[in-house]
């Protein structure tokens, strides 16, 4: 069975970009353009790994990363910022909320997939 992983980004290029490479690795992908509607598709369904923008409309990815993590099923769930954020207050902010992971945009293909494989077990 296929990891799948929840990609939530303001950007349809972005979450183009991020699917394609999650893909091509054999993940399954589900997108949402921002927090609430992220949360609407946490509807119990599992995910291995959710990867956030921290600035987008509606509902940043910071209060995405709070409000999954209060729901049991994504507790444990391990959640990672993908963001042109670079500053230290943001970062700590994350991390604060339950992201364990923080890759800038730009960012390199390779450099996501190596970062992923930090966070899901095999």
Not at 42 to 62: A, F, Q, Y
């Amino acid at each position: 069975m296929a990891k799948r992983i929840m990609i939530v980004d303001d950007s349809a290029s972005i979450r183009k970009v991020v699917r394609l490479t999650l893909e091509s690795q054999g993940f399954e992908v589900i997108d949402a353009t921002d927090g609430i509607e992220a949360l609407k598709k946490l509807n119990g369904v599992k995910i291995h790994l959710l990867i956030t923008d921290v600035n987008m409309p509606n509902m940043d990815g910071i209060t995405l990363v709070q409000e999954a993590k209060k729901l049991p099923a994504y507790k444990f769930t391990p959640m990672m910022m993908l963001t042109t954020e670079a500053g230290n207050e943001k970062k700590m902010q994350g991390r604060a909320a339950g992201a364990k992971a923080w890759l800038v945009k730009p960012f390199q293909p390779p450099t996501l997939l190596n970062a992923i494989s930090k966070l899901i077990i095999p």
